[in-house]
C-alpha cells in the first residue's frame, strides 16, 4: 500500500513540476517584452489577461490618462541631447525634457530617433521648435511637474519630423 502512495506522489510532483515548465513560458509570450520606448504598446496594446477582464493594463489607463489630461504646446530652443528617449532643450531660461517616440517621418522616410541627430537632421546647438502634448501631473504653488511628450520637431531649415504614434493630433 505504502508503495502505490509513494508512486501516486510522485506522479503528482512530476506533473506539477511539468506543469509549471509549460504555463511559464506560454504566460510570458502572452505579456509585453517589458520595453518602456513602445509608445504603441503604452497606448494600444492589451494582453490577454486584461482584454478577458474588461480592465486596460496600467499603461494603457496611463496613457489614456495623458492622453484626456494634454493640450498642445510649442518649445522653443536649442536642442543640447537626445539621452535615451528623451530630448534636452535649452530654452535660455532652462532645459526641458521632452520624451521622444521611436519612430519619426522625415521627408517622407522613416528614421529613428536616434538618427535624428546621427543624420544630420538635429545637432547639438541648432534652434528647434519641438510641437508636444504637456499634461500637467503636479500643479501647485511654487511647484509643477509636468510630461511633454514631442510630435513634431521643426529645424533651423524649417524641415518637419512628425512622430509615428497610433493616434493623430491636430491642433
Not at 39 to 63: Q, S, W, Y
Not at 95 to 117: C, K, S, Y
Not at 140 to 167: D, M, Q, R, W
Amino acid at each position: 500500500m505504502k508503495s502505490k502512495i509513494k508512486i501516486l506522489a510522485v506522479t503528482i510532483v512530476i506533473v506539477a513540476v511539468a506543469s509549471v515548465f509549460l504555463y511559464a513560458p506560454l504566460t510570458n509570450a502572452l505579456q509585453p517584452n517589458g520595453d518602456p520606448e513602445s509608445d504603441v504598446e503604452i497606448l494600444n496594446d492589451m494582453d490577454f489577461k486584461a482584454r478577458c477582464r474588461g480592465r486596460p493594463r496600467v499603461k494603457a489607463r496611463r496613457g489614456w490618462w495623458f492622453l484626456n489630461h494634454s493640450e498642445p504646446t510649442e518649445v522653443d530652443g536649442a536642442a543640447v541631447a537626445l539621452f535615451k528617449n528623451i530630448l534636452i532643450v535649452d530654452t535660455g531660461e532652462g532645459q526641458i525634457r521632452i520624451h521622444l517616440p521611436r519612430a519619426w517621418t522625415v521627408d517622407g522616410e522613416v528614421t529613428m530617433r536616434e538618427e535624428l541627430f546621427e543624420s544630420g537632421y538635429l545637432s547639438e546647438g541648432e534652434t528647434i521648435t519641438v510641437k508636444a502634448l504637456r499634461a500637467d501631473v503636479i500643479d501647485k504653488e511654487g511647484l509643477c511637474v509636468y510630461l511633454l511628450l514631442g510630435y513634431e520637431i521643426i529645424n533651423e531649415s524649417t524641415v518637419h519630423a512628425h512622430a509615428i504614434l497610433p493616434f493623430n493630433i491636430e491642433t
